[in-house]
């Protein structure tokens, strides 16, 4: 067998390999698992994970599990309890609700947006069940989208060349050796139209890039076409 006959054979079974995996995955999603979390499982809201994290207020800590510091943390939760109600309140009679602190609720859905994290990860955050833990990320969105367009400074903007100097002096007087870089670029490609089919799917322009730039403790998400 000559050398182009063994790439080939080569190139074969790697193929093969291949869809014997993809089909393995398609057996292993079809599959409906019988076991989630319950409540039994789960630790009390109250001494959670993020009841820990938020208590503290370490700002270091608050920007790596929801990309804000603690001050604008709280200043979008102003905000964000004008738009998503918990109806319960202590002293009130009824069952009260799996996820009774506004700062919990709008966390979650900050992991959500910002982490790349599982439900089931959340659930043990944030100690509440699957089904609760979905009800509260369907409102959350909802409300989190009318605080953000009520709050001025999370308008998408592009900053000003003052501003991008300012930010690229404090940014290298914090790291010496790097100079005047005040932001870091992130882009996904995505396909032109759809009528391409999958093939051609992955040699499609690129349309949509997400520019972010963190500066200090704060993190800016600016859409960039």
Not at 89 to 118: D, I, N, S
Not at 127 to 132: M, R
Not at 206 to 212: C, D, E, I, K, M
Request: net charge positive; proline share 6%; hydrophobic share 45%.
């Amino acid at each position: 067998m000559d050398v182009k006959a063994a790439v080939i054979a080569k190139k074969a079974a790697r193929r093969q390999r291949y869809k014997k995996l993809l089909l393995l995955h398609v057996i292993h999603s079809s599959i409906k698992e019988r076991n989630y979390l319950t409540v039994a499982s789960l630790q009390d809201p109250a001494s959670s994970a993020w009841q820990r994290l938020y208590d503290g207020g370490l700002p270091g800590s608050f920007v790596a599990a929801v990309s804000l510091p603690p001050a604008s943390f709280e200043l979008l939760l102003a905000e964000f309890s004008k738009f998503y109600k918990v109806k319960w309140r202590p002293g009130q009679r009824g069952r009260p609700p799996k996820l009774p602190y506004l700062h919990a609720v709008l966390g979650c859905v900050l992991h959500f947006y910002t982490a790349a994290v599982e439900m089931k990860i959340l659930c043990e955050i944030f100690g509440v069940p699957p089904a609760t833990l979905s009800n509260v990320l369907a409102n959350a969105e909802a409300a989190l989208e009318l605080a953000l367009a009520s709050l001025p400074d999370a308008a998408i903007r592009y900053p000003t060349k003052k501003t991008q100097l300012e930010w690229a002096a404090a940014v290298h007087a914090r790291e010496p050796l790097v100079t005047g870089v005040w932001g870091v670029v992130d882009g996904k490609k995505l396909p032109s139209s759809r009528a391409y089919g999958r093939r051609l799917a992955k040699y499609s322009l690129q349309r949509l890039a997400t520019f972010s730039a963190r500066y200090w403790d704060a993190m800016l998400w600016v859409r960039w076409n």
